[in-house]
C-alpha cells in the first residue's frame, strides 16, 4: 500500500473515533479537574479496557498501530506490554523509543492518548511478573519468544463523555497531564 493510502486511512480511522464521541460532545463544557482526578479517570479506562494501541514510528517516518494486550497501568502510570523479539515493533522501537499508546471504550464514549518512552526489557524476574497465562500459544518458549515493553509516561489526555471529561469546547483540546521524565527504578 502507497503511503498516501496509508496516511488516508490512518486520518480515516482517527475521523471515527472523534466522530463516535461527537453526539455526546456538542454542547458540554469542560470540567477543571486535578491531576490526580485525570490520571484516575485515565487509569479506569485503561485498566477496563482490554486492548489498546501500540503506535510506533518506522525507518520512514510513518506511524504503525497495532492491537496489543497491555497490563494495567501500575502506580506510576507505567504499562508493560509483550511482543516476540523479531517483532517489527521491536526495531522499530530501538530507532525510535517514543511511543503512543490509545485507548478507546466506545460503549463509554471515552478514550486515553498515553504518550510515552518505551524501553524493551528482557530480564527473567520482570518477565515472571508480567505474564498471562493465555498468552501460553503465543509464546511457547517463554525464554526465547517471550519480550517485554515498558512504557513511561510523558504525557496523557483522557475524554470520558459520560462523566462530562471532555475537551474544549472551541479547540477540541483534550484535558491532560504531563509527567516528569521518571527514573528507572
Known amino acids: 500500500m502507497g503511503s498516501g493510502k496509508f496516511t488516508l486511512r490512518l486520518q480515516a480511522a482517527a475521523l471515527i473515533c472523534i466522530t463516535s464521541l461527537m453526539p455526546s460532545v456538542c454542547g458540554q463544557q469542560p470540567q477543571r479537574r486535578s491531576n490526580d482526578k485525570l490520571i484516575a479517570a485515565a487509569r479506569e479506562i485503561m485498566t477496563t479496557t482490554r486492548y489498546c494501541a501500540l503506535i ?24 508493560w506490554l509483550a511482543t516476540n523479539p523479531h517483532s517489527r515493533k521491536v526495531a522499530e522501537i530501538r530507532r525510535h523509543p517514543r511511543v503512543t499508546l490509545y485507548y478507546f471504550d466506545r460503549e463509554n464514549q471515552a478514550y486515553v492518548t498515553l504518550y510515552g518512552i518505551a524501553r524493551l526489557v528482557n530480564d527473567a524476574n520482570e518477565k515472571t ?6 498468552w501460553k500459544a503465543f509464546y511457547p518458549n517463554r525464554e526465547k519468544d517471550y519480550l517485554l515493553i515498558e512504557v513511561r509516561p510523558l504525557k496523557l489526555e ?3 463523555t459520560k462523566t462530562g471529561l471532555v475537551g474544549d469546547a472551541r479547540t477540541w483540546r483534550s484535558p491532560s497531564v504531563n509527567f516528569k521524565i521518571q527514573q528507572r527504578r
Open 56 to 79: 510506533t514510528i518506522d525507518s520512514r517516518g510513518r506511524a504503525n498501530a497495532r492491537t496489543m494486550d497491555a497490563f494495567a497501568p501500575d502506580d506510576q502510570m507505567i504499562v
Open 129 to 134: 511478573r508480567h505474564w498471562k497465562e493465555e
Open 158 to 160: 483522557v475524554v470520558n
